[in-house]
């Protein structure tokens, strides 16, 4: 699944949040996919907090912003479309959509969105699922559903930069070097099927062309790029000279 348009990226909202260790880790992922709406609602230490800057790796402060809130009402309230994350069944009558369809309606909307994400004991209360348009859960195993809370929050912001993303990270985007030409390749096949026969591989004669077919389908599925070529026949031709003599010819 791939938006057509990117989406307005939603607030992620940590509903009484205990440690300060969570609230910067979940602050750090959010940075790394390109997230940088974070509230707070009553965070039990209080805010700032030292141990939350420390573990967010320099997210907090600066990379992504930190509001806090003291109701989960006043943290959505210019919010048009809210998740509640939950494992849990809460016998509420609410659409339940995985991390996928969530984001897909979000991408329906130009209107903000908001991801409510429980305390690290219990979870969400129902007071906030309630005000919810629908339940946001994770495909965990049942024995074991529980998610630290920067772990939940990693899983919702990668589903959002990958939803949102157009291809791979800049980084990887091009080769490093640009595909063999046909004759660059065709040359290299060439001067390796030579040295083979010189050496009596091809025996006996007839199984000479199913041979070279083989060796030259394998070259071609191999998606040589131009360096690879020129290392490849660098390394016939040691060969060709034999063990020892090409350390001599060079340095001749």
Known sequence: MRMT???????????APQLGENIGAAARVMANFGLTDLR????????PNPA????????????????????????????????????????????????????????????????????E???LPNEAVALADAILSYPVAPGFASLNLAQAVALLAHAWADAN?????????????????????IGMM?????????????????????????LRNAFTRAGWTSQEVRTFRGAIKALALGRGKARVVREE
């Open 40 to 47: 707070l609602v009553a965070p039990r230490d209080g805010w």
């Open 190 to 214: 060439q001067h390796f099927e030579t040295e083979l026969d010189r050496a009596g591989f091809f025996f006996p004669e007839e199984k000479r062309a199913p041979i070279t077919q083989n």
């Open 5 to 15: 348009s990117p989406a307005s990226a939603p607030a992620f909202i940590l509903v």
């Open 165 to 185: 993303a157009a291809g791979p990270p800049p980084a990887f985007a091009q080769s490093i070097d640009a595909p063999a030409p046909r004759e660059e390749l």
């Open 52 to 119: 939350a800057e420390t573990m967010s790796a320099g997210a907090l402060p600066g990379v992504v912003t930190a509001t806090v809130f003291d109701t989960v009402e006043q943290a959505i309230a210019d919010c048009a479309l809210v998740f509640a994350t939950t494992a849990r069944p809460r016998e509420m009558e609410k659409p339940v959509l995985g991390a996928r369809d969530a984001i897909e309606r979000i991408g329906q909307t130009p209107a903000r969105a908001g991801f409510l994400f429980g305390a």
């Open 121 to 123: 004991r219990a979870g």
